[in-house]
C-alpha cells in the first residue's frame, strides 16, 4: 500500500485532489492510504510518524512555504520521498531543483495529468529501491542506483561515483543498460544523473557536491532538453 499526502491550505483544493487520487487508486489498482494537512507545519509535526510514499504539495501557503517544506524534508535525510508541486504559478518550477521534484502540476489539475505523474511516481519508488551489485578488485560492493551522480569510463574501466567511487572493469554499454531514464548517456565518456546536475554551461555540467564533467561540443541543447523532459 501507497501513502499519499495532500498538503494544501485549501480545504477544496485538498477535497478535489483526494477525489482523483481515489480515482487513479481504483483505476491503477493501487491500494493508497491518503493523509490530509492544511499546513507545512502540520506535516512536519506528524511527518516522522507516518512519513508518506508520495507528497502533493502546494507550493503557495501562509507562514512554511511547500519549497521550504521540501527542502526541510531533504536536509533531514529522506531521498526517496517523491515531491509532486500543486501550483498555479509556472515561476516556481526552476526553484524545485534542489529538492528533486519530481514534477509540477498547474492548478487546476488535469485528472489525466495528475494519472501520469502517479504512475509515474510509483514506477521511480520501484527504481529508487533498485541496487546494483558491484565485484571490485577487493570487494564486491551493493550500490543504490539512486545514489549514483555520474559514471565515468576511462580505457576498458568504469568509475561509479555513489558517495564514494568504485572502478571496475566493465563496458560503459552493459551498465547503461542497468539504469533508468533519469540517467543520460553524454558523449563517449560519461552518463549522468540528471537530478545531480546544478548547472549546464556549453562546455561543463555540473553537479551537486561540487564536481563538474565535460560537455561535448553540440550536446548542450540534448542535455536541456533531458533536464526538462524528466522533470515535466
Known amino acids: 500500500?501507497?501513502?499519499?499526502?495532500?498538503?494544501?491550505?485549501?480545504?477544496?483544493?485538498?477535497?478535489?485532489?483526494?477525489?482523483?487520487?481515489?480515482?487513479?487508486?481504483?483505476?491503477?489498482g493501487t491500494s493508497v492510504s491518503i493523509q490530509e494537512y492544511p499546513s507545512a507545519e502540520a506535516l512536519l509535526f506528524y511527518y516522522s510518524d507516518c512519513p508518506p510514499d508520495i507528497l502533493l504539495l502546494d507550493i503557495e501557503m501562509p507562514g512554511l512555504s511547500g519549497v521550504e517544506l521540501a527542502k526541510r524534508l531533504r536536509q533531514d535525510g529522506d531521498k526517496l520521498l517523491q515531491i509532486i508541486f500543486i501550483t498555479a504559478y509556472s515561476d516556481y518550477i526552476a526553484e524545485g531543483y534542489d529538492v528533486a521534484a519530481l514534477h509540477y502540476l498547474l492548478k487546476p489539475v488535469s485528472r489525466e495529468k495528475l494519472f501520469a505523474v502517479l504512475s509515474r511516481a510509483v514506477e521511480k519508488i520501484a527504481d529508487d529501491g533498485k541496487k546494483l551489485l558491484f565485484k571490485l578488485s577487493d570487494e564486491t560492493a551493493l550500490v543504490s542506483v539512486r545514489?549514483?551522480?555520474?559514471?565515468?569510463?576511462?580505457?576498458?574501466?568504469?568509475?561509479?561515483?555513489?558517495?564514494?567511487?568504485?572502478?571496475?572493469?566493465m563496458p560503459l554499454k552493459e551498465i547503461e543498460t542497468e539504469l533508468d531514464?533519469?540517467?543520460?548517456?553524454?558523449?563517449?565518456?560519461?552518463?549522468?544523473?540528471?537530478?545531480?546536475?546544478?548547472?549546464?554551461?556549453?562546455?561543463?555540467?555540473?553537479l551537486k557536491g561540487g564536481e563538474s564533467i565535460p560537455l561535448p561540443r553540440g550536446a548542450y541543447e540534448k542535455v536541456n532538453r533531458a533536464i526538462i523532459g524528466i522533470r515535466r
Open 1 to 28: 500500500m501507497l501513502t499519499i499526502s495532500l498538503c494544501d491550505d485549501n480545504a477544496q483544493e485538498r477535497a478535489y485532489m483526494k477525489t482523483l487520487v481515489l480515482d487513479w487508486s481504483v483505476q491503477s
Open 147 to 169: 545514489d549514483i551522480s555520474y559514471i565515468e569510463v576511462l580505457k576498458n574501466y568504469i568509475t561509479i561515483h555513489a558517495g564514494r567511487d568504485y572502478t571496475l572493469k
Open 181 to 206: 531514464d533519469r540517467f543520460l548517456r553524454v558523449g563517449r565518456s560519461y552518463i549522468v544523473n540528471l537530478f545531480f546536475i546544478t548547472r549546464v554551461t556549453r562546455s561543463e555540467i555540473f
